[in-house]
């Protein structure tokens, strides 16, 4: 502990850090900041009803957003639209090849892959706060036209959301960390606090079923030590990586000598982190949106919007998460040009020919580790999951997501903070 404080102590000392480590916190309290400033022309109460009939979607906004959804904020519809923009693009890019070309332009090419992910976010920021007005045109303010309060909510939510991703963008610039990850980090943390009552129930139910404040604290400790577990679990997956032994040949270069020393080539376990659960989720969130979003009462919407009692519903989730896990490796991970690489600067695995036999090595070993990837993500999310649908506790569907990002980001910045400050010959965390 002393140790983590003399870190933060140096990091602090360091101007640039320090300037970082502040304007990264200022932008947060702007967020929450955002998330407590209402729309106008809306009547909250009566969209507060109307959320309740949203189920897991809702839910799911509202932790996403930092209670702001719930709350009818104008960063209600939070980071949704930019999430959901970025993995349209990623899609695309794979299927077209323009958009791979641009993508390996360098920074020319990922700075007009960026405009272009903005006005996709903008078009479905749109999208969406258009359904969510004309769902909620009842509430609307009666003291003003209905064709005007609805250009109000409808430019509030777009704008709210267009604002938060502009304070991710910002981050991603002059911070520390990924804005975007830090900004569903700092929503799902603010709402930790609201499980202090579910806990609290649990507690009150246990002792009333054996009647002994003994067994209720000992089920309280049991659910605790449940996410402490998952979490010990995710740091350690997280962490983890499989090492490929790499010899360099000797090169004679005038009078000196290169190569020849051996290293290896880390391939993380976890190399797509939580973008198979989030993209899975929302593919699954595609059927219960359209029901909200309508507004329809029919069987098939009633269907949809309480998917998630389904149990069928917990094996496509399985099935996709898998679906995404080889996919995103596919897109992201390249064993061809990995070997080219290590043949041109003199590179070979042990007991591999260069060339196709060692992109074959790669390829087969990361499909390996994309096996217990899927397996891994599928434990850490499914299990809370059914656990809520067994004791129909409210939210702990999201609880194993919740814990990769909070995990992810968190090691994500620990990792940069120590960076900068081995840079400058400090020690870090991990020392």
């Not at 303010?141 to 991710?168: C, D, E, H, K, Y």
């Not at 814990?403 to 992810?408: A, E, H, P, R, Y």
């Amino acid at each position: 502990m002393g140790e983590m404080f003399q870190t933060l102590r140096n990091a602090f000392r360091i101007e640039d850090i320090r300037k970082k480590v502040l304007f990264t916190l200022a932008m947060i309290l702007i967020f929450r900041l955002g998330t407590a400033m209402p729309v106008p022309a809306i009547d909250t109460a009566s969209f507060t009803e109307l959320f309740s009939r949203f189920g897991q979607l809702g839910q799911f906004l509202d932790i996403i957003s930092g209670g702001a959804f719930k709350s009818v904020s104008i960063l209600a519809l939070g980071i949704s639209p930019y999430i959901n923009s970025s993995i349209i693009m990623q899609l695309l890019t794979f299927a077209i090849p323009a958009l791979e070309r641009m993508q390996k332009e360098g920074e020319a090419g990922q700075e007009k892959i960026k405009k272009i992910t903005r006005l996709v976010t903008l078009g479905i920021a749109l999208v969406m706060s258009t359904s969510y007005a004309f769902l909620t045109r009842e509430a609307a303010s009666s003291g003003m036209p209905r064709f005007l309060s609805l250009a109000v909510v409808i430019m509030s939510f777009t704008g709210g959301a267009m604002f938060v991703m502009w304070l991710g963008e910002l981050i991603d610039e002059k911070g520390i960390g990924n804005g975007i990850s830090l900004i569903i980090f700092t929503g799902i943390v603010s709402r930790l606090p609201s499980y202090i009552p579910l806990i609290y129930s649990y507690f009150q139910g246990w002792r009333v079923i054996g009647g002994s404040i003994l067994l209720a604290l000992l089920g309280v400790v049991l659910v605790v030590a449940f996410f402490v577990g998952m979490v010990t679990l995710v740091v350690y997956i997280q962490s983890a990586e499989r090492r490929i032994p790499i010899q360099y040949a000797k090169r004679v270069v005038g009078r000196k000598v290169y190569g020849g020393q051996g290293t290896y080539l880390p391939i993380k376990v976890n190399q797509s982190g939580v973008l198979p659960v989030i993209f899975a989720m929302s593919l699954l969130m595609v059927g219960p949106t359209i029901a909200s979003l309508t507004g329809s009462t029919g069987k098939v919407a009633t269907w949809f919007l309480t998917l998630n009692q389904n149990p069928l519903y917990y094996l496509f989730y399985a099935l996709l998460i898998l679906a995404f896990v080889f996919f995103y490796s596919t897109i992201s991970f390249n064993p061809i040009d990995i070997a080219n690489n290590l043949q041109k600067n003199g590179g070979y695995i042990l007991g591999i020919r260069p060339g196709r036999p060692t992109s074959d090595f790669i390829g087969k070993t990361a499909r390996r580790l994309n096996w217990f990837e899927a397996l891994f993500l599928m434990v850490i999310v499914l299990l809370p999951s059914l656990f809520g649908l067994i004791t129909k506790a409210e939210g702990v569907w999201f609880g194993g997501t919740a814990v990769i990002i909070l995990v992810g980001v968190s090691m994500d910045i620990v990792n940069q903070l120590e960076a900068q400050l081995l840079m400058r010959h400090y020690k870090g965390f991990l020392d």
